[in-house]
């Protein structure tokens, strides 16, 4: 690096005073340099604005210093990001889980409400499916009355009924699928809250002498398998 005498600083300040501007500026070799102008291909390298005094009164950085702030601070952001979010997923999961021991104050009562709701999805499926089955069955005797007639008008007739008819099979079949998604929904939700509604229970259970309360008893187990069991057969019935 070269040494810059006290003289030659001196005329350095005596140039800055008269052009008004010193900078100072160090190149990929670590060479130390002093004008009043910065060269464009040292810009890159950033530089020290000088003051009257020759102290530093503004910084440049460079070009790579810069890249590097840049990415520093885009890593610092995305792991707030990411603490923000895990923070509001925590909340968010207690929050579910004291409203869940809130509306079920049995695993019992739980057990019933949803197998009520699963219930009754099954029975508007099964509807749905009769009636969709009862207007196929229309639309099939109407397509062959609408081969035997011969009279123009007569067919034009039935032909917009065959088209209403078929608009109706679309509405049920759309009905009885978006259903079906609901009730798989259900059974999914259900297994998911009655797992976590004992898991809940059972963290919060005492231990008296040493004796885990919540590991003595093989009923909740027994009740869940019998539940699906039952549920799996009303599935079927629907299908």
Same mark, same amino acid.
């Given at each position: 690096m070269k040494k810059i005498s006290i003289i030659t600083t001196a005329l350095l300040l005596l140039s800055f005073s008269a052009h008004g501007a010193l900078y100072r500026w160090i190149d990929e070799k670590g060479n130390v340099f002093y004008s009043?102008?910065?060269p464009p291909k040292a810009a890159k390298h950033g530089h020290i604005e000088l003051d009257q005094n020759g102290l530093h009164k503004k910084y440049e950085l460079s070009? +790579?210093?810069l =890249?590097?702030? @840049? +990415?520093?601070? =885009?890593?610092? @952001?995305l792991l707030l990001a990411e603490k923000k979010q895990k923070a509001k997923k925590a909340t968010l999961k207690k929050m579910q889980d004291e409203q869940l021991l809130a509306i079920y104050s049995t695993r019992e009562e739980l057990i019933n409400v949803f197998n009520n709701k699963i219930k009754m999805a099954a029975t508007t499926i099964k509807i749905?499916?009769?009636?969709h089955k009862k207007l196929a069955e229309r639309l099939a005797k109407t397509e062959a009355k609408y081969e035997k007639m011969k009279n123009p008008a007569f067919k034009q007739t039935i032909t917009k009924k065959i088209e209403n008819m078929l608009d109706g099979l679309k509405v049920y079949q759309q009905a009885i699928t978006e259903n079906i998604i609901e009730q798989n929904k259900l059974n999914q939700r259900f297994k998911m809250d009655l797992k976590r509604y004992?898991?809940?229970v059972l963290k919060n259970k005492p231990v008296v002498d040493n004796i885990d309360l919540s590991k003595t008893s093989k009923e909740p187990r027994k009740e869940m398998i019998e539940s699906e069991k039952k549920l799996s057969k009303e599935r079927k019935i629907s299908g």
């Open positions: 009043d102008k910065i070009l +790579a210093k =890249k590097e702030l @840049e +990415a520093i601070k =885009k890593q610092r @952001e749905l499916k009769i009636r004992d898991s809940l």
